[in-house]
């Protein structure tokens, strides 16, 4: 790829935030993109975006200017954020626009996500069972990785403290207070090994991106972040996913193992050469898992990789360095885009007490959620 | 009386079965029948009885009260922590079940679980609804 560039990224807060409204989150987010690539919103020919809450994103235009561009809304349940990135770029590639917007927001409720389970081609006494609930999965695979692979509880609780950490140095993230190994331990178990304190939870908040053909982009910035491969994969047959009555007992691989492959053999690239990560940590143990499943490590190093302290900003292998999901929570359609904001901020240098040093020049993002959809972005400078 | 959760097991039975589907083209099975193969995708998919016996390939609890349309009390008055498995069935398919046991001292990989029906609630007519879910057996129950 490299055919696209991001110009322009911008963040509204993750959170909680009263009577705004997704529409109002989405709106700033999409101004704040605009000044940072100093463009107008009259210079984007087409949008892409995505949430949960909202029936459709489009009506955004009402607050951003009526100019009759076509505007897409895409869902993909958590990999929705990815997949505005990655329509926003191809439509570049395509020839459809030479600048794209991709938009992402969010206005949850508290507490776990609800839905009827027969809207996700599940059965409904699943639902009615109390199986419809993602965080059980979570707390399914993991256990059994730990099994497997020998890592232990206390590696979940540093995974979580380093974030939590991180998003203390993030002003724009949800949680923002340091939260100790010992307390993460000792907060009411969820889901066995599962604690409260190594989940995320969903909130609010919205993110976006100014796209741009990487040979024009030189108009708008001098430090463009270049778009080097995006790669969405549902799962395959023998994968056991999120939500599911049932697995194959041929065991497949998750679907990020194969987003991950296919984006790193088009970006021509491999993990050794990425500076810092963006992985979907939902929970502690969904960030340990991820970090073999895109290649970073083999299955067990987390264990001597996160007591090295690998993952922290000053680390080998930072991982997300803005606090990721845990001390962001979940605005589904904005976590994505979330994710990439960072990348770009830190590919730029411009991540202020949280840049991670060496001027790393890949970032990559992965995004994991229900039926089984992952996705992953590279990004270069 | 008595009615079974969904139309997923043989009720009433003494000897209980889950309701699953199998492939009459490539053989995968699934839980609970489907119309189409997820394998192959034929429309081929015929009623298949799951073996009432298997083994542990993974567990958790669930601690909190899981959020509506859960058919148990979801104020979390009277809930109680339960355990989840994914039990392997024979060589046939895996599916994931609520457990008789929530305690992770008891609860180990690879040990011997057997399907069995238990009341789970009573709805706004009276009848008390029966759901399904799988439980230590032999050396691997303890007390």
């Known amino acids: 790829m490299g055919e696209v560039a991001i110009i322009g990224a911008g963040l509204h807060p993750f959170g909680r935030f009263g009577d705004k409204t997704a529409f109002e989150m989405g709106a700033d987010a999409v101004e704040l993109a605009l000044a940072d690539a100093g463009a107008e919103w009259s210079d984007v020919q087409c949008a892409f975006g995505g949430s949960w809450e909202v029936a459709q994103t489009d009506p955004l235009t009402g607050l951003l200017g009526l100019t009759g561009i076509p505007f897409m809304n895409v869902f993909n349940a958590c990999a929705t954020g990815a997949a505005t990135i990655q329509q926003a770029a191809n439509a570049i590639i395509a020839g459809d626009a030479d600048v794209a917007v991709a938009v992402g927001m969010d206005k949850h409720p508290r507490g776990s996500f609800k839905m009827d389970p027969t809207l996700t081609n599940v059965p409904a006494w699943f639902g009615e069972n109390g199986q419809f609930v993602t965080t059980k999965f979570f707390g399914m695979k993991i256990n059994r990785y730990m099994h497997d692979h020998g890592i232990s509880a206390a590696t979940l609780a540093k995974v979580a403290a380093k974030n939590y950490r991180n998003g203390a140095r993030n002003p724009k993230a949800f949680r923002r207070t340091a939260v100790s190994e010992e307390d993460i331990l000792a907060s009411p178990v969820l889901n066995h090994p599962l604690t409260q304190y190594m989940f995320c939870a969903p909130d609010e908040g919205a993110a976006a991106l100014v796209l741009c053909r990487a040979d024009l982009a030189h108009r708008y910035t001098d430090t463009p972040v270049f778009v080097e491969a995006t790669a969405i994969r549902t799962r395959n047959y023998g994968a056991y996913e999120v939500n599911s009555p049932w697995a194959a007992v041929d065991e497949d691989v998750s679907p990020t193992v194969y987003a991950s492959r296919a984006a790193f053999e088009r970006a021509g690239i491999g993990p050794e050469d990425v500076g810092v990560i963006q992985l979907q940590d939902t929970d502690a143990g969904a960030e340990v898992i991820h970090m073999a499943e895109n290649g970073f490590c083999a299955d067990g190093e987390q264990e001597k990789l996160l007591a090295d302290g690998a993952t922290e900003i000053d680390g080998p292998m930072p991982i997300n360095t803005d606090g990721g999901l845990i001390a962001n929570g979940e605005p589904i359609g904005a976590s994505g885009l979330r994710q990439i904001h960072e990348l770009v901020l830190q590919l730029r240098g411009e991540a202020g007490e949280r840049q991670v040093p060496g001027d790393p020049r890949v970032g990559y993002a992965q995004v994991y959620g229900a039926p089984g959809t992952a996705a992953v972005t590279i990004l270069a400078r | ?143």
Request: with cysteine; aromatic share 10%.
């Open chain 2, 1 to 143: 009386m008595q009615k079974a959760l969904g139309d997923v097991f043989t009720w009433p039975a003494d000897e209980p079965q889950l309701k699953g589907g199998r492939c009459r083209d490539c053989e995968a099975v699934t839980f609970p029948r489907q119309s189409r193969c997820p394998r192959c995708g034929h429309a081929s998919m015929e009623e298949h009885l799951l073996p009432r016996r298997g083994t542990l390939v993974s567990w958790t609890t669930q601690g909190f009260p899981p959020v509506l349309p859960y058919a148990g009390d979801p104020t979390g008055a009277s809930f109680e922590p339960f355990g989840v498995g994914l039990v392997q069935l024979g060589d046939q398919v895996r599916v994931e079940s609520k457990l008789t046991e929530s305690d992770p001292d008891v609860l180990a990989f690879g040990m011997t679980v057997e399907l069995t029906v238990v009341p789970f609630y009573v709805d706004d007519e009276g009848d008390e609804i029966m759901t399904f879910e799988f439980a230590p057996v032999g050396d691997d129950r303890r007390s």
